[in-house]
């Protein structure tokens, strides 16, 4: 617990930053790639081709135990937080590259503002998010006992969220320390136990959540409302406008050509008053002549 808090404490005093992403790269989301099996991989870093090109990536927020005992101060160090011995912690460290390993054999989401890592390689290193099919691979880590929390050198940009994804992954650490797996059950001999109804294997991307925490909302474009009638003109169900009612004296010449296609019982009222259905009188033999013989007449 006074690791937890002690670490917790300088997440919050220092902002959690010292090299945060540059403005000029934004988040990225990288899909269909592939593990690739490197003698430096270990739980927390580890080698990744995505479409021909190969990267190295750090998870944030975590830290596994390492593979090989040449950074000795840092062996011992790891082997201290956990109470075990340096073979121990080691062999914590083979379990979970080999945890990362299995995880990342299925299809994964890398997210990352390739934000410098640091390392020995030629090959630059990355900080990033990784989100297998059942979860965060860092929560995942941490619920198994087979990394720790720890303070990040880094700050992912536009990460509103760092203290809440913090105390969740303290959450997890207790939890795995409470159930004596990982490294929490070595000297139990439950190093290879895994958690009991784990928290992080719920399918759960955590990435919008560090990104918007509760109560934040992302702004997006206001919609534009779609066109509704007006409140004084007759709608149907469909949505469509109900016809209305011919003002013969306002309307245009092409209105009232359409409104002789119209059914006769659309027309039943004139300036608010029935129309009284009527015979139209029976044209003469010779008011028709004439018609004709305009209707033919060439135009001078």
Same mark, same amino acid.
């Given at each position: 617990?006074?690791?937890?808090?002690?670490?917790?404490?300088?997440? @919050?005093?220092?902002?959690?930053?010292?090299?945060?992403?540059?403005?000029?790269?934004?988040?990225?989301?990288?899909?269909?790639?592939?593990?690739?099996?490197?003698?430096?991989?270990?739980?927390?870093?580890?080698? $990744?081709?995505?479409?021909?090109?190969? *990267?190295?990536?750090?998870?944030?927020?975590?830290?596994?135990?390492?593979?090989?005992?040449?950074?000795?101060?840092?062996?011992?160090?790891?082997?201290? *937080?956990?109470?075990?011995?340096?073979?121990?912690?080691?062999?914590?460290?083979?379990?979970?590259?080999?945890?990362?390993?299995?995880?990342?054999?299925?299809?994964?989401?890398?997210?990352?503002?390739?934000?410098?890592?640091?390392?020995?390689?030629?090959?630059?290193?990355? *900080?990033?998010?990784?989100?297998?099919?059942?979860?965060?691979?860092?929560?995942?880590?941490?619920?198994?006992?087979?990394?720790?929390?720890? +303070?990040?050198?880094?700050?992912?940009?536009?990460?509103?969220?760092?203290? $809440?994804?913090?105390?969740?992954?303290?959450?997890?650490? %207790?939890?795995?320390?409470?159930?004596?797996?990982?490294?929490?059950?070595?000297?139990?001999?439950?190093?290879?136990?895994?958690?009991?109804?784990?928290?992080?294997?719920?399918? @759960?991307?955590?990435?919008?959540?560090?990104? %918007?925490?509760?109560?934040?909302?992302?702004?997006?474009?206001?919609?534009?409302?779609?066109?509704?009638?007006?409140?004084?003109?007759?709608?149907?169900?469909?949505?469509? +406008?109900?016809?209305?009612?011919?003002?013969?004296?306002?309307?245009?010449?092409?209105?009232?050509?359409?409104?002789?296609?119209?059914?006769?019982?659309?027309?039943? %009222? *004139?300036?608010?008053?029935?129309?009284?259905?009527?015979?139209? +009188?029976?044209?003469?033999?010779?008011?028709?002549?004439?018609?004709?013989?305009?209707?033919?007449?060439?135009?001078?």
């Amino acid at each position: 617990m006074k690791h937890a808090t002690r670490w917790l404490l300088i997440l @919050i005093s220092s902002g959690l930053a010292t090299a945060p992403c540059p403005a000029s790269a934004p988040w990225v989301t990288l899909q269909g790639g592939h593990y690739l099996i490197k003698r430096p991989n270990d739980g927390d870093s580890f080698h $990744v081709s995505v479409e021909g090109h190969e *990267y190295i990536f750090r998870l944030y927020f975590v830290d596994a135990p390492e593979t090989s005992a040449e950074f000795r101060d840092r062996v011992e160090e790891q082997a201290t *937080y956990f109470g075990v011995t340096v073979d121990q912690v080691l062999q914590v460290g083979e379990l979970a590259k080999e945890f990362t390993r299995e995880k990342l054999a299925d299809s994964f989401l890398v997210r990352t503002c390739w934000e410098d890592a640091g390392g020995r390689s030629r090959l630059q290193r990355f *900080y990033a998010f990784v989100q297998t099919r059942t979860g965060d691979l860092g929560e995942q880590l941490v619920e198994n006992g087979l990394a720790r929390a720890h +303070p990040a050198t880094a700050k992912p940009e536009g990460l509103t969220s760092a203290a $809440v994804e913090w105390k969740n992954l303290i959450k997890l650490e %207790h939890k795995a320390k409470r159930e004596k797996i990982g490294g929490w059950g070595a000297n139990e001999e439950r190093m290879t136990v895994r958690a009991q109804q784990p928290e992080s294997e719920r399918g @759960i991307d955590p990435f919008d959540k560090f990104f %918007h925490p509760a109560g934040e909302m992302p702004v997006q474009a206001t919609a534009k409302p779609a066109a509704t009638p007006e409140a004084s003109e007759e709608t149907t169900p469909s949505g469509f +406008p109900a016809q209305t009612k011919l003002d013969v004296n306002t309307a245009s010449l092409a209105e009232l050509e359409r409104s002789r296609n119209w059914p006769i019982h659309r027309r039943t %009222h *004139y300036r608010g008053a029935p129309i009284q259905k009527r015979r139209r +009188p029976a044209t003469s033999q010779g008011n028709r002549r004439r018609q004709t013989i305009r209707k033919d007449s060439p135009i001078l």
